[in-house]
């Protein structure tokens, strides 16, 4: 009888523990809605892409100011652009300088800004470096540019260019309420980057760097390449022109980091 009793006891507990497992397994469904899981697509709310855990955002730079035309073309010939890289000042027969009007339409567009400041030949001489660091400060305040946005000092690869150059542009920006940026092609070899780790430490590694090294094709947006830029190790590699001289819209095409928008306008 005693048997019989426990028996029966232990039957009963089994009965009650496989009851909710049993319910739980067929009659609730726990497993989880696939809408709400993380898409594995690699781009993000953003705009931007996942790039080795990095945020890369896609953007272009024009020699001619940006209208809507110009903006249509882009579109739907390579895609939306986060970043637009734009030249401070008129330079006659190579730029238009970036204007007011432009800079309302780009903004009211969700595009950043990049500053491009390319009004010397020749990179240098400290005093030279300085002049022109000032001369750029000067037109990026003409425009109400705000604090802590970066100017990128084009140095074409014909450019004569030393390390003194450099250090007298990065000196009078950092001192300035603007960041210092270098742009230009960073292979390793040329004398652009022989001036570079010429120049003081501090300088090295507090230059933005947005360097058109190495060179592939023009892609869309969409088929951009992964981002693998080369210049210097100790400078703050953020951009890479990756392409140039579209022969639709006339544009350049690069690909940015997350650090480098936060130094746009």
Known sequence: MLNKRFLYMLIG?????????????????????????PSTDESNEDGSDSNDGK????????????????????????????????????????SKGLDADEVTFLHKNDIRILLIYNHFRDATGYDHGAREAKQAISLANDLDVPDGVAIFGDIEPKYPVDSAFIQGWYDTLAASDYQPGLYGVFDDGSNLVEAYHATKRKARENTIVWTSYPQQEITTKENAPKYAPEGPDDALLYGWQYAIESDKCNIDTNLFTKELLDALW
């Open 55 to 94: 945020q890369i955002y896609w953007g272009v730079d024009s020699a001619s100011s940006v209208n809507n035309d110009l903006k249509q073309c882009v579109e739907d010939n390579f895609g939306k652009p986060d970043v637009w890289g734009r030249y401070l000042g008129d330079n006659k027969g190579v």
């Open 13 to 37: 507990v089994v009965v009650l523990i496989t009851i909710p497992i049993f319910l739980n397994m067929v009659v609730f469904d726990t497993k989880p809605d696939s809408s709400n899981e």
